[in-house]
């Protein structure tokens, strides 16, 4: 009541929504949280107050939302464990969801600050490589948006993802500093902190009861604890967390105690501790052996069970209920240590016995596999696993030995089986099958797209899907229609919502099929194209003041931004501008539609031929921009380090998207649906989620080239020889005789050699044999570019038609499906 009277007379200053409340808000926040007065503050600072007046905003969301998971035993919540949360910029998408993106415009212009500059100015979090930790930032998103309660549980990396820089057209890495600023966004709990032990030594003791249990004496004890980012949905009424895990160590050890010798050892220790969430290893596929890595996944995973273990315990639920509590989702095997710690935290910790803990465990887990690389699989070997985690090796080897039993049992007629489904690889050295682990402790395993659920089944997974059929199914991924088009799309979304309403933010798939009817209406084509072109120039301008490239927005923008990788294809995309090039040059006079290539993204910095491929990029981009016969006609850009924030800038300006990967090896993709939904026409492979998007836009909407996966494997065994392609392709043997003949190397012959002569000798994903078709198949995306209305119509087409593409739409998908959750 009295709550109530004062609001209605005076409203609260930390809530208040109004712009003059605002304008109040982020003064007062100005002075108390930065100490500078409005004349000396920098941008720094009002972006500090901007952010802590927002952030008062969805405290009281916040706070419901722990209530909730914390006092709700009847619900069960979802736990979302991911080693990567690749969250970007909070400030523009958390007033998105509040809804006070414009009455805070409109304060901070009456203070004479530029909303949109202060939002530029954030430092991006970037707590993940790509694909994978972005579709987790997406999930908790429409997670919070559908009012599913759920926790993020991941790791807090002092120093995320490198920065890029280009230095002579090669990617130098730069530590992100992301920390050097206080992150407004994130509480840490001090009360939320468990220790997580490493090492040592197994024996056997008797409990008081006279059991026998297992006692670990680890070497070496490390504090985790919690610092928790709110994820507010979209409306702001519902609030879930993101908790994430820094190590520390244990305690602050105490002087007196120690001698010379053992103060020096003692600081030395503390040093280890912190090290373990230092930084996040910068490989998206291929996975990297390495120690500490296991350390980092086990230290997230041991702290995120023993919180939901003492979520549930204060609920006064009976442990072995703990699956009605949770449903813990495995982004990919990073986390599926997790599968081994329940057990034992069960079992050793909590006394229960082995059958109901394996029955609680299978129920609590269900696992996302992401790759269809063979290479990118995690495995340990045997030794680094014991020597990080004793304890779990034996439980991984026991649950390896009751399963094995059950496959024999089952196949007598197999003898085989057993080596393939064993948890354990026993070739020397031998390794733990991380696929295997996650797969035998969960109740459900799905890839990401429909393509690679089947060929999960089929190849990478195929003896663990024949034994476990009911077990295998797939969600296709999607994206945030809020960051990937309200957002990042301003121009866009007006024009969307100036006919059909704004109902489509989070009612996507129901609501933007309704603008189908539009696509030839010409009110409304020239209403997009203006959009487009608005983006087109702040990307321009981007190229321009970073780069110091000129584009020319009239130009068809043809962008492949991604991770580098042999199996995406970016180097197919250059030989292609070769291609042209030399086309426009031999022939100037010909009909040429202008076109601006856009490339950007990272290469793990140990993979040499990915860096090889940025720095070609950057050599052909020096040519063509610098060759006054293509000038006006062909421009290259590099745009360097494509992270989120960018990419918001990118995904926007693009009139064709590059999804190109050879087919059977993109999990799904996500960039494909972000283009997608700003309007961008795809040329790709039948990979990954392409194929469900060109049935979803219809075929005549989606430019197609390139082998079938059930192609690749037949020239693949068949036996393959990438040169027989340059034979009838003259195009092709110029571009490749370029490259290594030192065209665009300054004259320097060996510069290309490792790629070139990986082209010509090996060509694993062959890029050799798709080049003609994906040549053919750019004339005739370049052919209906020509012809605005035509493509303006297609560009409708497929914003309109993406609408499956929702990230909400995958979420109720694994409600339903896997977590067994209520959803709207
Ligand atoms: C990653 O980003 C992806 C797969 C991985 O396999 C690892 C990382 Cl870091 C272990 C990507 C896939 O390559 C991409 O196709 C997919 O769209 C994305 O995950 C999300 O599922």
């Given at each position: 009541m009295a709550a109530k009277r004062r609001t209605a007379a005076s409203p609260d200053p930390r809530t208040d929504c109004s712009r003059e409340g605002l304008r109040k808000a982020v003064l007062d926040n100005l002075f108390y949280a930065t100490g500078h007065a409005q004349e000396n503050a920098a941008r720094g600072d009002w972006y500090t107050a901007v952010a802590y007046t927002v952030r008062d905003r969805m405290l009281k969301a916040w706070v419901q939302g722990i209530e909730r998971i914390a006092a709700d035993g009847d619900v069960r919540c979802v736990a979302y464990l991911s080693a990567e949360f690749l969250i970007g910029p909070q400030l523009g998408a958390n007033m998105l969801a509040l809804g006070i993106t414009e009455p805070m415009r409109e304060a901070l212009a009456s203070l004479g600050q530029d909303l949109d500059a202060i939002v530029f100015h954030e430092p991006e979090p970037g707590l993940g490589n790509g694909g994978l930790g972005r579709l987790a930032a997406c999930f908790m998103d429409s997670l919070a948006t559908l009012g599913v309660p759920a926790i993020g549980y991941g790791i807090r990396y002092e120093f995320g993802m490198f920065r890029q820089a280009i230095e002579d057209g090669a990617q130098v890495e730069l530590a992100d500093k992301w920390l050097r600023r206080p992150f407004p966004w994130e509480l840490p709990r001090g009360g939320q902190q468990y220790e997580v032990r490493l090492g040592g030594k197994t024996h056997m003791e008797t409990a008081p009861d006279g059991t026998l249990r297992v006692q670990w004496t680890p070497a070496k004890t490390v504090t985790a604890c919690a610092h928790d980012i709110p994820v507010v949905g979209h409306g702001g009424t519902h609030c879930n967390l993101l908790r994430l895990w820094r190590a520390e160590a244990v305690e602050a050890f105490d002087f007196s105690t120690f001698n010379a010798g053992e103060y020096f050892s003692s600081v030395h220790d503390k040093i280890f501790s912190e090290?373990?969430?230092?930084?996040?290893?910068?490989?998206?596929?291929?996975y990297q052996g390495k120690q500490l890595r296991l350390g980092q996944q086990y230290l997230f995973v041991s702290a995120s069970l023993q919180d939901m273990l003492h979520i549930h315990h204060s609920l006064g639920k009976p442990l072995e209920t703990f699956h009605t509590t949770f449903a813990i989702q495995l982004n990919d095997t990073h986390p599926a240590v997790a599968v081994a710690e329940l057990m034992r935290l069960l079992v050793d910790v909590h006394g229960m016995d082995w059958d109901t803990a394996w029955s609680v465990t299978t129920q609590t887990f269900a696992y996302t596999n992401h790759t269809l690389l063979p290479e990118a699989l995690e495995k340990w070997p045997l030794p680094l696993f014991a020597e990080v985690l004793p304890r779990h090796l034996e439980i991984v080897y026991e649950i390896n030995r009751r399963f094995l039993e059950s496959v024999t049992a089952a196949h007598p007629e197999d003898p085989d089986l057993a080596r393939r489904l064993s948890l354990i690889d026993e070739t020397s050295p031998r390794f733990v099958r991380m696929a295997h682990l996650a797969t035998v402790g969960s109740k459900a395993v799905n890839g990401v797209a429909a393509l690679h659920s089947e060929l999960l089944k089929r190849d990478v997974l195929g003896d663990l899907a024949a034994f476990f059929p009911e077990k295998f199914t797939n969600v296709t991924n999607g994206v945030t229609p809020r960051r990937w088009l309200a957002l990042c799309n301003p121009a866009l979304a007006a024009c969307i919502s100036n006919r059909i309403g704004t109902r489509w933010q989070d009612h996507f798939e129901e609501e933007i099929i309704r603008l189908e009817e539009f696509a030839d209406d010409p009110d409304f084509q020239a209403q997009w194209q203006a959009a487009k072109l608005t983006n087109k120039q702040r990307l321009t301008h981007l190229a321009k003041t970073i780069l110091r490239v000129e584009l020319d927005p009239a130009a068809l923008f043809d962008v492949q931004v991604k991770r580098i990788h042999e199996y995406k294809r970016q180097h197919l995309n250059v030989l292609r501008v070769i291609a042209l090039y030399n086309r426009l040059r031999r022939n100037p006079g010909m009909d040429f539609v202008p076109r601006a290539v856009i490339f950007g993204g990272k290469a793990a910095p140990a993979y040499y031929l990915a860096k090889q491929i940025i720095l070609l990029v950057n050599r052909v981009a020096e040519v063509v921009n610098t060759d006054p016969a293509v000038a006006g006609r062909l421009r290259v850009a590099f745009v360097p380090n494509f992270n989120v924030r960018s990419g918001q800038v990118i995904y926007p300006a693009a009139d064709l998207s590059q999804q190109i990967s050879l087919a059977g090896k993109e999990a799904s993709g996500t960039g494909n649906m972000k283009f997608g939904i700003n309007g961008a026409v795809t040329i790709g492979t039948l990979d990954g989620a392409n194929v469900e998007m060109r049935a979803c836009v219809g075929e005549e909407n989606f430019f197609l080239f390139g082998l079938t996966t059930d192609e690749v494997q037949a020239v693949q065994r068949a036996g393959y020889s990438p040169a027989a392609h340059l034979e009838g392709n003259p195009e092709l043997a110029e571009a490749l005789d370029q490259i290594r003949s030192g065209v665009f190397s300054r004259g320097d012959a060996g510069c290309f050699r490792p790629l070139v002569d990986n082209l010509l000798h090996r060509d694993e994903y062959l890029v050799l044999a798709d080049f003609a078709s994906y040549m053919d198949c750019q004339d005739r995306a370049a052919r209906t570019y020509a012809d605005p209305a035509a493509w303006t119509r297609m560009s409708i087409l497929n914003v309109a038609r993406l609408g499956m593409f929702s990230s909400d739409r995958s979420i109720r998908e694994y409600c339903r499906n896997i977590w067994n959750v209520p959803v709207e």
């Open positions: 090290t373990i969430t230092k930084v996040l290893y910068p490989n998206d596929d291929p």
